[in-house]
């Protein structure tokens, strides 16, 4: 069942937006820009530090997407799901390569990062 709004799946998987990625530390949310691939209800990121040991702590995250056009709002997209890290390297290294595709950055840029996988529960579309 796809609970992403079809217009909004092709601007997720097209457009080199940058996503803010929410995750819970202690108790408090934790809010970081990320690059993002999505997929068919899926969003992978590859990241590291203080984002994957809020995940391993509690896998529910939200993502919140928006694109602008000198400051006025086009259009956002709101996904909540639950993340999970894979530890597969190949699977990163994949992973790794298509996101920094849709960027423009080399494929092998951010080799330290993880893949994190988040399965999409609800999301929320609207344009302006």
Not at 62 to 85: E, F, R
């Amino acid at each position: 069942m796809t609970t992403v709004p079809p217009e909004a799946e092709r601007l997720l998987e097209n457009e080199p937006v940058m996503a803010h990625f929410a995750t819970c530390a202690d108790g408090r949310p934790h809010a970081a820009p990320v690059w993002f691939r999505y997929e068919d209800d899926t969003v992978e990121i590859v990241t590291t530090g203080r984002k994957l040991e809020n995940v391993r702590e509690n896998p529910k995250v939200a993502l919140s997407i928006q694109a602008d056009d000198g400051g006025d709002t086009q259009w956002m997209v709101t996904l909540l799901g639950t993340a999970t890290i894979v530890e597969d390297e190949a699977e990163t290294d994949e992973a790794r390569r298509r996101i920094n595709e849709k960027y423009g950055a080399p494929s092998d840029a951010y080799e330290e990062n993880e893949l994190v996988r988040i399965d999409v529960g609800t999301a929320s579309y609207r344009t302006y």
